[in-house]
């Protein structure tokens, strides 16, 4: 299950932020996973909440947007959709030489922090 990695991965960025900007509380947490990433979101949910207990953002409400895959054609220049790194046929040349340009990301998009007094 790589989405507890994930989550881990998010709490590091989340506590230093957090620690940088004198944070006690992280209310909101927005995550932007890209669809070829493969990310089961209830399953990233209850990671992001088991590895948040007993933290600074222990109660924040994770919201999770899915980025869609997209591709560009290093020959034709063309830019399509894609459901998976494996499909990156040009639908304009039938080449498959494509550099993919969105989708294989996960990026921790903004937080809601309450600041200490």
């Known amino acids: 299950m790589h989405e507890l ?3 881990e991965e998010l709490g590091r960025q989340i506590e230093r932020l957090a620690c940088e900007h004198n944070a006690k509380r992280v209310g ?3 995550v932007e ?3 070829l990433k493969l990310v089961e979101q209830e399953a990233l949910r209850e990671a992001f909440s088991a590895v948040g207990e007993g ?3 222990e109660d ?3 919201e999770i947007r899915d980025t869609p ?3 560009r054609c290093r020959a034709c220049g063309c830019e399509y959709g894609i459901a998976s790194p494996h499909e990156l046929l040009c639908p304009e040349c ?3 030489d494509a550099e993919i340009t969105q989708g294989n ?3 921790l998009a903004s937080l809601e922090m309450d600041a200490a007094e």
């Open 5 to 7: 990695s994930i989550a």
């Open 28 to 30: 909101v947490v927005e």
């Open 33 to 35: 996973t890209g669809a």
């Open 55 to 57: 933290t600074v953002f």
């Open 60 to 62: 924040a409400r994770l």
């Open 69 to 71: 895959g997209r591709a």
């Open 94 to 96: 039938g080449l498959a």
């Open 105 to 107: 990301d996960i990026v």
